[in-house]
């Protein structure tokens, strides 16, 4: 590979409408991932006290807080991904919810 080849590679070049299409609203659809992440957080956060019989404020807002963020780590392209991320955020919420509360918890400090 010559020195001409390299500086080449490096040289901006304009998008074309595939590449442009595939790399626009990136940031909205991260976003709109986060809202039904964090939703389904709540949602399961919810379930999982109900079926526990407790709630705690703090992990309440954290179970919607975790749900966000795996959201928004995992964009929105179509219905069946959001309702992919939102069940998959209520679920693991709702049984870490419900497991944490069952649970017997120890004081470590």
Same mark, same amino acid.
């Given at each position: 590979?010559?020195?001409q080849t390299? &500086? #080449?590679?490096? &040289?901006? #070049?304009?998008l074309n409408?595939?590449?442009?299409n595939y790399v626009s609203g990136? +940031?909205?659809l991260n976003a709109?991932?986060?809202i039904a992440g964090g939703i389904g957080g709540h949602f399961?956060? +919810?379930g999982g006290a109900i079926a526990s019989g407790t709630y705690n404020r703090n992990a309440h807002l954290a179970a919607i807080g975790a749900g966000a963020i795996g959201g928004a780590v995992n964009p &929105? #392209?179509?219905?069946?991904s959001a309702i992919a991320t939102f069940?998959?955020?209520?679920a693991l919420t709702g049984a870490t919810t419900y497991i944490g509360n069952t649970g017997t918890s120890t004081r470590i400090r």
């Open positions: 590979m010559n020195y390299i &500086i #080449r590679s490096f &040289i901006m #070049r304009t409408a595939n590449e442009l990136g +940031l909205v709109v991932g986060g399961g956060y +919810l &929105i #392209r179509g219905v069946g069940g998959s955020s209520t």
